[in-house]
């Protein structure tokens, strides 16, 4: 495992980082390029579709907010230990 690597960052610009960082599906740090980096939190916006994910880096100790917006919708019943609804 190459834990320690970190994508190059040098000579973009924070628009290229954050066009790099969204198509990566934000797997690495966007100040530093980490790839050690942790969501430690998640929450999402009243009636917006948005999700939101705070991270972290190990490395730089910065942190930062991914937001996820409703792109699909899967109407698969997921029934979570619920008694058998179907009357
Ligand atoms: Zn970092």
Known sequence: METNQKKDLSGLTQ??????????????CPFCGSYRIEVYDTYTTSDE????????????????????????VDLEDEDEG???ADS
């Open 15 to 28: 628009e290229q980082i954050v066009k790099a960082y969204l198509q990566s599906s934000g797997v690495f």
């Open 49 to 72: 579709g948005i999700a939101c994910e705070k991270v972290r880096c190990y490395d730089c100790e910065r942190s930062w907010t991914d937001n996820y917006t409703l792109t699909g």
């Open 82 to 84: 619920d008694e058998d």
